[in-house]
T-cell receptor, first 115, second 113 residues
């Protein structure tokens, strides 16, 4: 398996523009997580899905952020409109349904810069 | 709610020194515990894990023991190398209704030759 695949690896956009980050989880994994990493706040859980259904979005910072998982092999995280403070590395991770003993596998991240 | 607390970095060591990175957790249930490592420019990779009290996870010379009585999962390595320079994250997964994977803030380790 190719692992968790994120695109793009780097994104530079202007303030006010819409940004869409993409993730393909490992085949057969039922959980998908979106994290944001910054120097100030470390690694924050934004939202996670189980069987394509959002379970907890309490980490989404504000209404400008939205996430979808239309099928088991694809998820998007959208920011509209983007702001400079959204600049961060965004990670997607997936894990199987086996529960507490199961680790999550991470993609290589998308480095977002909003200017 | 559940949380993980790690020692703040950076931790700077000379090659072949002994490493300890402290991690404590708070959980209402009975979580599994993990250490992840992030090398520069890369995503997080699982380093080791432990799923029950007194379990010891180990990998690449790193070890950590699940201590329920002290709610700790400290990472140790007897002799670090320059190639171990990275950010290390302690994490827990509660396996309960939410099944969240919760991370600490990460500890930067810099090993000097």
């Amino acid at each position: 398996d190719a692992g968790v695949i994120q695109s793009p690896r780097h994104e530079v956009t202007e303030m006010g523009q819409e940004v869409t980050l993409r993730c393909k989880p490992i085949s057969g994994h039922d959980y998908l997580f979106w994290y944001r990493q910054t120097m100030m706040r470390g690694l924050e859980l934004l939202i996670y899905f189980n069987n394509n259904v959002p379970i907890d979005d309490s980490g989404m910072p504000e209404d400008r952020f939205s996430a979808k998982m239309p099928n088991a092999s694809f998820s998007t995280l959208k920011i509209q409109p983007s702001e400079p403070r959204d600049s961060a590395v965004y990670f997607c991770a997936s894990s199987s349904v086996m529960g507490r003993n199961t680790e999550a596998f991470f993609g290589q991240g998308t480095r977002l810069t909003v200017v | 709610g559940d949380s993980v607390t790690q020692m703040e970095g950076p931790v700077t060591l000379s090659e072949e020194a002994f490493l300890t990175i402290n991690c404590t957790y708070t959980a209402t249930g009975y979580p599994s515990l993990f250490w992840y490592v992030q090398y520069p420019g890369e995503g997080l990779q699982l380093l080791l894990k432990a799923t029950k009290a007194d379990d010891k996870g180990s990998n690449k010379g790193f070890e950590a023991t699940y201590r329920k009585e002290t709610t700790s999962f400290h990472l140790e390595k007897g002799s670090v190398q320059v190639s171990d320079s990275a950010v290390y994250f302690c994490a827990l997964r509660d396996g309960g209704a939410t099944n969240k994977l919760i991370f600490g803030t990460g500890t930067l380790l810099a090993v000097q030759p």
